[in-house]
């Protein structure tokens, strides 16, 4: 599996952008596969901002819970995070990931195989 993110940029502080995440090279099936969005600020560590279970079930982080929203088309092949109110602490890379069969792990790396290269969310105040 391939993914490819984007709709990264800079924004000011309240507005929104919506990211995207590709996914290639396997059957994109709601079936089977768990989809997470993280995030990597300068000179912090990867965490979780959201996930969406191949049911269909949602998880956020506390902190961009109210604000973000994940979603997914599968005739697409793409799943999606829009980015509302967003504030500066929100600047940060941010990373699509991919696992097939379910993971327990879907607010953690290592729930999932697959990661997209990153896109760049700069937020100014």
């Known amino acids: 599996v391939q993914l490819q993110a984007s709709g990264g940029g800079l924004v000011q502080a309240g507005g929104s952008l919506k990211l995207s995440c590709a996914a290639s090279?396997?059957?994109?099936?709601?079936?089977?596969?768990?989809m997470g969005w993280f995030r990597q600020a300068p000179g912090k560590e990867r965490q979780f901002v959201a996930a969406i279970k191949w049911s269909g079930t949602t998880y956020y982080a506390d902190s961009v819970k109210g604000r973000f929203t994940i979603s997914r088309d599968n005739d697409k092949n793409t799943v999606y995070l829009q980015m509302n109110s967003l504030k500066p602490e929100d600047t940060a890379v941010y990373y699509c990931a991919a696992t097939p069969n379910g993971t327990p792990w879907h607010t953690l790396e290592i729930g999932y195989e697959y990661w997209g290269q990153g896109t760049l969310v700069t937020v100014s105040s």
């Open positions: 090279g396997r059957t994109f099936s709601s079936a089977d596969m768990d």
